[in-house]
């Protein structure tokens, strides 16, 4: 992981933009691109890039992230796979034409909807899960038939280097780039043209990444983070609860878009479930968690600084140990936590889990939709009234009953955001929504004219029939 004793050089890029951007454009414009052939073949080598360098990968994400072989895999290398199998059996039928029925006025005629790819496309990816969320946009965007450009994230930069080295000796270079670097890169890029801008990362930069969009009218997809709350009620089996909290907040050290930000633990569940907490942990980490393999650390020391200023927000009721020069923070939870403590005012996007008490799902909902709508939301409940209740009273990008995170593993879920959390969504043939137009096609015969009726003089339509 970075250190601070050996700060990096900055990431910069010896390729020139405009001119990448250029041989990408005209590589799309030869049609290149669009044969199911074409698509199938780079889906294939992506997949096997990520299968024959997993070691160089997994060595990356252990440089950047501390991510253990196992996590890099799973939630990383593995699930980029998985999405590149799904799109591989499942593309041809998602390409294909699509009919629709012609209103009598027009029969007779076939009308059908086109799939058709938008041209080149910018993918920026962040720090957090730099393999996953730089490859699983270029697999929709690969499979939609466009050329792309990928710009890594400048924070996770062993990632990003093995990314541009290895990306093209596997894919075709002629419609797959790798730009490296940081905000001037970033900026450069931004001011070229393309037909889609796909940016994960957060919302400030977003405004940026779609202010600069509206010059060329370029579609964009945001896929951002937020708050996204856990709401646990009463009655339900708090050891479970606690085992899957604690799973879905300190994987990765809590840096996941989709943790669960925050615990509103209704009526008496608080008490119970910080004990569960501490025994999951414990049972996950050991009593040191420092020296788990499975315990990652946070990215920089900026945020090392940001999240340890945090603790002060709560009673440490588990954890609360952290270590600068190792950039470990422990898995903490706070207790007793106050809906205005600052832990609550900003995406913790770390291994700290607030718990704020309140008294029924009423009030759990009131602070929900008092706030910017999440990324996710979970509910642990065995109630299906209050299943509805939190489906249909508030908003997020997804919802979670009894897990968090993983409906981000199931390829027909759409995942995106909404409102400050996002726009758009992808995985699975939603990917091919975003980086396709679907374009309307309707056809009649010259044959013979049945359109007569419709001509001017419309008055005399009588004598026309
Ligand atoms: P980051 O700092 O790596 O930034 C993301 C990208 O934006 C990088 O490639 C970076 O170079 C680029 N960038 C930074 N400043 C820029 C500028 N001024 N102009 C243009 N580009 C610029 O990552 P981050 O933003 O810290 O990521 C964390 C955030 O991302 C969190 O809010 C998290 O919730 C969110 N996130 C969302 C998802 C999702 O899928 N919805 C996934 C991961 C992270």
């Known amino acids: ?88 059996k499942h593309l041809a039928s998602w390409l294909r034409p699509e009919r629709v029925s012609v209103p009598m006025a027009l029969a007779p005629a076939r009308a059908r909807r086109v799939r058709e790819p938008l041209g080149t496309v910018l993918v920026i990816s ?26 890594p994230s400048e924070l996770a930069p062993a ?29 450069a890029l931004l001011a070229e043209r393309f037909d889609h801008i796909f940016y994960t990362g957060n919302s400030t930069v977003a405004r940026i990444v779609m202010a ?74 050991g009593s040191d968690p420092r020296k788990s393999p499975d315990y990652g650390r946070v990215v920089n020391e900026r945020h090392f600084d940001r999240l340890t200023a945090l603790m002060d927000s709560g009673e440490v009721v588990v954890g609360g140990s952290s270590d600068r020069a190792d950039l470990y923070i422990a898995p903490t939870v706070l207790g007793g936590v106050s809906p205005d403590s600052p832990v609550m005012a900003e995406e913790i996007f770390g291994p700290i889990l607030p718990i704020v008490e309140v008294a029924d799902l009423d009030e759990a909902i009131a602070y929900v939709n008092d706030h910017e709508k999440p990324l996710a939301l979970y509910g642990f409940t065995d109630s299906d009234v209050t299943k509805r209740r939190l489906t249909t009273e508030t908003s997020s990008g997804a919802v979670g009953f009894g897990l968090p995170i993983a409906h981000l593993a199931v390829p027909d879920l759409p995942f995106g ?49």
Not at 18 to 38: D, H, I, Q, Y
Not at 69 to 86: C, K, R, Y
Not at 160 to 187: F, I, M, Q, W
Not at 431 to 450: A, G, Q, R, Y
């Open 1 to 88: 992981m970075a250190t601070t004793e050996t700060p990096r050089e900055p990431l910069t890029t010896t390729v020139d933009i405009p001119e990448t951007v250029a041989r990408l454009r005209g590589t799309f414009a030869s049609g290149r691109t669009k044969p199911l052939a074409w698509r199938r073949a780079q889906l294939r080598a992506l997949r096997r890039m990520l299968v024959e360098e997993r070691p160089t990968l997994e060595k990356a994400l252990q440089d950047d992230l501390g991510k253990s072989p196992l996590e890099a895999h799973t939630t990383e290398i593995g699930f980029v796979i998985n999405e590149i199998d799904h799109t591989l």
């Open 126 to 151: 962040p720090w957090n899960y730099p393999v996953n969320l730089a490859l699983a946009p270029m697999v929709g965007a690969l499979a939609a038939g466009n050329s792309v450009l990928l710009k």
């Open 159 to 187: 990632t990003s280097n093995a990314l541009a080295d290895l990306l093209p000796r596997y894919l075709d270079t002629e419609a797959v780039a790798v730009v490296e670097g940081g905000v001037p890169e970033s900026t």
């Open 212 to 285: 600069a969009a509206v010059e060329h009218l370029t579609p964009v997809t945001l896929e951002l983070g937020g708050k996204s709350p856990a709401i646990v009620e009463p009655g339900v089996d708090l050891a479970t609860v606690a085992r899957r909290l604690a799973w879905g907040k300190f994987t990765n050290a809590g840096q996941t878009c989709v943790a669960p930000d925050y615990v509103l633990a209704i009526g008496d569940t608080a008490a119970g479930l910080q004990r569960e907490l501490g025994a999951a942990i414990t049972e996950m980490f």
């Open 417 to 465: 955001g909404v409102g400050e959390s996002g726009m758009g969504a992808y995985h699975g043939k939603a990917s091919i929504d975003v980086f396709s137009h679907t374009k309307s096609v309707l056809d009649k015969s010259l044959v013979m004219d049945t359109m007569r009726v419709a001509y001017a003089p419309i008055t005399q339509l009588k004598e026309k029939i």
